[in-house]
């Protein structure tokens, strides 16, 4: 697939070469293509292009920005209406003012159809290596696109996770995020660590 990564912090760098690795094409999506910081990346194969130019030619958008700046990001993207997005993002610390959730913002703004909230439920470790004991832990979903979900499952499958659940369609986007926080609360609040992550045990 051809995979454009908004956002190559922590998340972006971890989902980019992961895809790197399962064989999809890569872009980055940058404010600045020629910083330096992407130096290290281009000496590996990835692509570094303007946001706009990675989005326009790429199905899938990763996006990995802080969930304030998404609306900015949305508001110059004409022409996305089927691409598939899948929106990383936690506005649980720093909230958009118009918008419950980065989903939302993306949906709204842009028109585009196949909005899936994944990658937002775990650390950023857990996605690099999402194998605890030889067995992939678990991602979770959410949103209204089937073509976006499938899309998703098949991508975090592509990193080594077991299985994709379900959460819902777009009315979904919020708990999905409480959910992430209840990660975040475990790990970090409460002191467990960030090597832990969530897998669903059926009997
Ligand atoms: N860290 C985690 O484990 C984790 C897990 C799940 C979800 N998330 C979510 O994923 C998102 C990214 O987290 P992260 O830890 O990867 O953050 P990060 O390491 O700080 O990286 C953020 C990236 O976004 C870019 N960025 C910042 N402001 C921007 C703007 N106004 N417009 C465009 N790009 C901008 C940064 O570029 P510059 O370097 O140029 O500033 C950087 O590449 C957040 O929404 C977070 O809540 C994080």
Redesign the pocket.
């Known amino acids: 697939m051809n995979i454009a990564i ?7 760098k971890a989902l980019a070469y992961g895809w790197q690795k399962a064989g999809h094409t890569i872009r980055i999506g940058a ?1 600045d293509p020629e ?1 330096q ?1 992407y130096n290290e990346a281009k000496r590996t194969g990835l692509e570094v292009l303007e ?1 706009a130019r990675a989005v326009n030619i790429s199905e899938v958008i990763l996006v ?4 304030s ?1 998404v609306s ?2 949305a508001q110059a993207l004409p022409g996305v209406k089927d691409k598939i997005f899948i929106d ?3 506005s649980v ?2 909230k958009d003012k118009e918008f419950p959730t ?1 989903a939302d913002a993306i949906r709204k703004i842009t028109g585009a159809e196949h909005v899936v909230k994944g ?7 857990n996605m690099k290596d999402p194998i605890y004991k030889g067995k992939g832990i678990d991602m979770f979903m959410a949103g209204d696109s089937r073509k976006g979900k499938e899309t998703m499952e098949k991508l975090s499958k592509d990193l080594g996770f077991e299985n994709c659940y379900d959460f819902g369609g777009d009315n979904k986007f919020e708990l999905i995020e409480q959910f ?1 926080m209840a990660w975040i609360n475990l790990a970090i609040m409460q002191g467990q660590g960030r090597d832990i992550a969530f897998k669903v045990l059926k009997r």
């Open positions: 908004i956002g190559f912090g922590n998340v972006g404010r910083d910081k946001t990995a920005i802080p969930a700046a900015h990001f990383a993002t936690n610390f720093m980065a990658f937002n439920t775990t650390g950023f470790e992430a």
